[in-house]
């Protein structure tokens, strides 16, 4: 896979989560010929076109869309969501493939923060 240049401050990930990984997979392919490659129980990456973002599917009890922002200094972006009204949901964690953490904004949205 090839490294990708991130936009900073931009959108560079989402999540869609739901209950049956396998009909998510199924809609997503069928509707708009994304591709889902299952890395593990509950969880696939999407492959959307070209100059899109890609994504992941996520096997979860609740259906959820969670927008990913890559940000240049995670721990600022975190500091400043709190300051400004958000939450943590999720700390700085090293996943193995980026380094992210987790907020919700003062409306309760969540977003990941994803450091570029």
Known sequence: MAHKTFVRNGIGHFDVSGRNL???SGFYQNV???????????YALVQTPDGSINGA???????????GI??????DAL???????????????????????????PAGNLLTLIQA
């Open 22 to 24: 396998s009909q998510l």
């Open 32 to 42: 708009f010929g994304w591709k889902a490659e299952s890395k593990g129980p509950g």
């Open 57 to 67: 599917l996520i096997e979860a009890e609740e259906a959820a869309l969670t927008i």
């Open 70 to 75: 890559t940000v240049p200094n995670l721990d």
């Open 79 to 105: 500091s400043a969501a709190v300051v400004s009204g958000g939450s943590i949901v999720m700390p700085k964690t090293d996943n193995g493939w980026v380094t992210k953490g987790q907020i919700k904004d």
